[in-house]
């Protein structure tokens, strides 16, 4: 059974930089891309970016270039995304994604990120 | 890809049939990367269609979908209570992928 598990949630101060972490587990890490996608209170949902954890390579939304970057550790089948030089609009619930063709199944519960002063 | 969502909310009694909208700015060439999701309050998202028609392991036949092109419908045939939900659709035809902005079921 496919398991992804992301940090607590977190408190940050504008400017800061915040790290959420996505554990995977129940099927083999390196064979699926994982996706970032975050959802600011009572808003839709915004992609922003994949990671192919077998490689490292990345594709990022025009949005968060420059902001973002997504990592792994593949002896811990964890995927990280972090976001720098936050902001109020940065508040947002942020979810790992793994990638299937056949639609995306499988989610982790979610972390939220509060930016505030 | 832009995709639009409509209505926005539709409030509906259980039983009734409900018949959600989704449309593409441009075609998704693939109907194969067309899927939608459910959403409940304080839950992640979860898929209930992919590839435009085909539900997800464990999703109640009375959800279905159809379209091709830029038109694409999710259909719920007979409201259940828990329905009540934001639905999204999504592309991931073309990179990046993107969701429409939901349409919110709520049941009388």
């Known amino acids: 059974q496919v398991h992804l598990v992301q940090s607590g949630a977190e408190v940050k101060k504008p400017g800061a930089s915040v790290k959420v972490s996505c554990k995977a587990s129940?099927?083999?890490?390196?064979?699926?891309?994982i996706h970032w996608v975050r959802q600011a209170p009572g808003q839709g949902l915004e992609w922003m970016g994949w990671?192919?954890?077998?490689?490292?390579?990345?594709d990022y939304a025009q949005t968060f270039q420059g902001r973002v970057t997504m990592t792994r550790d593949t002896s811990t089948s964890t995927a990280y995304m972090e976001l720098s030089r936050l902001t109020s609009d940065d508040t947002a619930v942020y979810y790992c994604v793994r990638d299937e063709s056949a639609g995306w199944e499988d989610w982790g519960q979610g972390t939220l990120v509060t930016v505030s002063s | 890809i832009v995709l639009t969502q409509s209505p926005g909310t539709l409030s509906l009694s259980p039983g009734e049939r409900a018949t959600l909208s989704c449309r593409a700015s441009q075609s998704v060439s693939s109907s194969y990367y067309l899927a939608w999701y459910q959403q409940k309050p304080g839950q992640a998202p979860r898929l209930l269609i992919y590839a435009a028609s085909s539900r997800a392991t464990g999703i109640p036949d009375r959800f279905s979908g159809s379209g091709s092109g830029t038109d694409f419908t999710l259909t719920i045939s007979r409201l259940e209570p828990e329905d009540s939900a934001v639905y999204y659709c999504?592309?991931?035809?073309?990179?990046?992928?993107?969701f429409g902005g939901g349409t919110k079921v709520e049941i009388k």
């Open positions: 990671i192919d954890p077998s490689r490292g390579v990345t």
């Open positions: 999504q592309q991931y035809d073309r990179s990046p992928p993107t």
């Open positions: 129940g099927y083999t890490f390196i064979n699926y891309y």
